[in-house]
């Protein structure tokens, strides 16, 4: 019996502590970033959130997009992502749409049969998992709904969804260590840093720098290691190595954070980095604070992950809507490398995320 | 014989001895391992630079998370796996604080030592609810703690507004001196403030009653509430202490980088500040403890990561040598094999007066 109070109670104090952090996020929207903490809950998982105002009898003219997204909380590139949909999908553009967000994927499979039921006329989903999809999109192919993919793709038959809008990871790590080996250096001694081992980006981003290392004599690894997107790991990776007394001339960090994490280190050893300077540091993402360390010239390259599939979502739904095709299933996003020469604020104002 | 028995039972003999072993193997493999050089940082400043640097730097945190989660492991026989979350919190409010609501302050908006303040008091009433659920609510600490441990980096992120607030070193220099160096100063300052919590946690063990109400409320309750001490006050004082620990701990981690990332800041580190007290040979159900086992405990765990490193051991295996670490402590401590082992040194010592 007292268990069962107990339980009560805490689950009383856990609900009570997240409708709080619910509606305080919702009354601390400051509006920087498009406002893209918007109605998202911080501890729940799901929240669905229908951002169209109620002038909608005309709304014949609308077209209704479901939109099924990760919690914009898991990163900056969601965030930015979250903000650029938001941005894109309003009533002045002609859409009516309703967003779901959550990591979990049978949430997600939740979210997508209540827009079917909804009658929604595109469904535009990043999926949380890539399995478990063929049975709902069926339902949504049925009930005439056309399904666009983007940022993530899924294993379902191509039949069932009208085009797949996705980043080049394997492509983002070509650029980058095309661009190194632009820099005609005469020996080539890397510290790669890699993200959470598995992960696509990783995988993309380790694969081209893993080739070129095989391929040519003068590119060695001084070390390769997981510092799992974590700043402070990272720092520790390149402190080791300093200590060690190995020498080194680039940082190839495959996110912004460990690209900063591994500068501290070098800062701390007073070891010169940047345009110029001893050691070339390279990073991923393209956060607007890592492209002022560019602009700064104290970094020398950032990828970018193109977190703005809007517009290309956007394109395609214009596309159908005046009974044209898709030519292309698999949609790759143009993803830019920057280089501290050559950068300038526009790119920061306009890219960095 | 006597005094070999006195050295091997004393607390302080297990990390002690892991430490030598770890200082020997690396002696061994490579006497570089102990050189220690100045240089000069980007700077300009002169600063000490090597692998026992790194060590006594890196492993502040760890240390001053030991203090806190010793006192919360004797009083509650528990342990508190919310200290990450809560240093995800602690480190967003105290950037909230400093940066106002612009991610990329021009300059700071509040002194440091008002952000610090402030992400104390959050720390210690985020202590205090871990602690009220395991005091007066009788709910195991790890089970109570797993609340926090859940929603604490959503909470973290929700406080910022889910923006990433930098503070570059032209809005404040100084902010970077509490995870770096001060001018002039050519040892880490994590170093002088892991040292300053140890030297307060001494003085206050030494002059108060603190360490023996906690280690009596550990070892019996109700004979203790008999005795006339309030047991419950005493573990929510413990979390709060803890609370007090975080938010050190966070400032030191906010200040390595000048920034946070709610999703991987002080990411596992309750899972090596509960070992730290592990390996101080203290009791993880409660009762007596020792600090200083503990914070050595804490330095051995950054000694053996720091080696892993050295080695160049995939990082992502490190959570496996720590576990084979734990593996050896946990049996070496269980009561069969505590038997088992006397049981052979006594027919060791019977078969030794045989043969003489």
Redesign the interface.
């Known amino acids: 019996m007292k268990k069962r109070v107990l339980a009560t109670l805490l689950s009383a104090v856990m609900l009570v502590s997240l409708a709080a952090c619910g509606s305080n996020g919702g009354s601390n929207d400051t509006g920087s970033a498009g406002g893209s903490t918007g109605g998202s809950t911080s501890g729940s998982t799901t929240t669905t959130t229908t951002t169209t105002t109620d002038s909608g009898s005309s709304s014949g003219a609308l077209i209704k997009v479901g939109i099924i997204n990760n919690d914009p909380n898991e990163s900056g590139y969601r965030t930015a992502n979250d903000a650029d949909l938001k941005a894109m999908f309003t009533e002045a553009n002609g859409y009516e749409a309703s967003f779901a967000y959550s990591l979990k994927n049978d949430e997600q499979i939740t979210a997508a049969q209540k827009f079917i039921q909804d009658g929604v006329d595109y469904l535009l989903l990043s999926a949380a998992d890539t399995a478990g999809w063929d049975s709902v999109l069926k339902d949504a192919q049925d009930a005439g709904i056309s399904v666009i993919l983007f940022d993530r793709t899924i294993d379902a038959d191509e039949s069932l969804y009208e085009a797949s809008i996705v980043s080049d990871m394997a492509k983002e790590g070509e650029t980058a260590v095309n661009w190194l080996a632009g820099q005609g250096l005469s020996e080539y001694n890397v510290i790669h840093i890699q993200g959470v081992m598995g992960s696509a980006a990783q995988q993309g981003r380790t694969g081209a720098l893993d080739d070129k290392v095989k391929a040519e004599a003068s590119w060695n690894l001084v070390t390769q290691q997981t510092a799992e997107w974590n700043a402070e790991k990272a720092q520790q990776i390149v402190q080791s190595v300093i200590d060690s007394g190995e020498s080194f001339n680039v940082i190839y960090a495959e996110n912004d954070d460990m690209a900063k994490g591994a500068v501290a280190a070098l800062d701390s050893a007073g070891i010169s980095h940047g345009v110029g300077k001893d050691v070339i540091v390279m990073g991923f993402d393209c956060n607007k604070w890592a492209l002022e360390e560019l602009l700064n010239k104290n970094w020398n390259y950032d990828g970018q992950c193109n977190p703005f599939q809007a517009s290309y979502i956007d394109e395609i739904i214009k596309t159908l809507e005046s009974g044209g095709t898709i030519s292309q299933k698999t949609i790759i996003m143009d993803e830019k490398g920057f280089d501290a020469a050559t950068i300038t604020q526009a790119d920061v104002d306009q890219y960095g995320i | 014989m006597n005094t070999l028995k006195k050295i091997t039972k004393n607390q302080l003999f297990i990390p002690l001895a892991a430490l030598l072993i770890l200082a020997m193997f690396n002696l061994i493999m490579d006497p570089?391992f102990f050189k220690i050089t100045l240089?000069?940082?980007?700077?300009g400043n002169y600063?000490l630079?090597?692998?026992l640097i790194?060590i006594l730097d890196?492993g502040s945190e760890l240390a001053i998370l030991a203090i806190g989660m010793t006192l919360v492991t004797a009083a509650s026989g528990g342990q508190d796996i919310s200290v990450g979350a809560v240093i995800a919190i602690g480190g967003s409010a105290m950037l909230r604080v400093l940066c106002g609501?612009d991610?990329?302050p021009a300059q700071l908006h509040a002194p440091i030592i008002v952000a610090f303040l402030v992400s104390c008091i959050v720390c210690m009433l985020f202590g205090a609810f871990n602690g009220t659920?395991v005091a007066y609510?009788?709910?195991q600490p790890m089970v109570a703690t797993l609340?926090m441990y859940t929603?604490g980096r959503?909470?973290a992120?929700?406080i910022n507004?889910?923006?990433?607030p930098?503070i570059?070193p032209t809005a404040s220099p100084s902010f970077a001196y509490f995870g770096?160096?001060i001018p002039g100063i050519p040892i880490?300052t994590p170093v002088f403030i892991a040292i300053i919590c140890m030297i307060i946690i001494a003085l206050v063990l030494k002059f108060t009653n603190l360490g023996l109400y906690t280690q009596s409320v550990g070892i019996n309750e109700s004979s203790s509430k008999l005795n006339g001490l309030n047991p419950q006050a005493i573990k929510l004082l413990s979390f709060v202490i803890l609370g007090l620990c975080v938010a050190v701990a966070a400032l030191i981690?906010v200040s390595?980088?000048q920034?946070i990332?709610?999703?991987?800041?002080?990411?596992d580190i309750e899972m090596d500040a509960i070992l730290a007290v592990a390996l101080g040979g203290n009791a993880l159900s409660g009762g007596k403890f020792n600090m200083p086992a503990s914070i050595i405990g804490a330095y051995v765990i950054q000694f053996l990561?720091?080696t892993l490193?050295?080695f160049?051991v995939?990082?992502?295996a490190l959570p496996a040598y720590k576990a084979v670490v734990v593996i050896l402590l946990v049996v070496l401590s269980a009561p069969v094999v505590r038997e088992y082992l006397s049981g052979l040194k006594k027919k060791i010592k019977a078969g030794g007066k045989e043969v003489a």
């Not at chain 2, 507004?161 to 990433?164: A, D, I, P, S």
């Not at chain 2, 990332?261 to 990411?267: E, T």
């Open positions: 570089g240089g000069q940082n980007n700077m600063v630079s090597g692998y790194t890196s609501n991610p990329k659920l609510f009788k709910i609340i929603a959503s909470i992120a929700w507004n889910n923006t990433l930098v570059s770096g160096f880490p981690k390595r980088i920034t990332n709610y999703s991987v800041i002080a990411k990561t720091t490193y050295k160049k995939q990082s992502d």
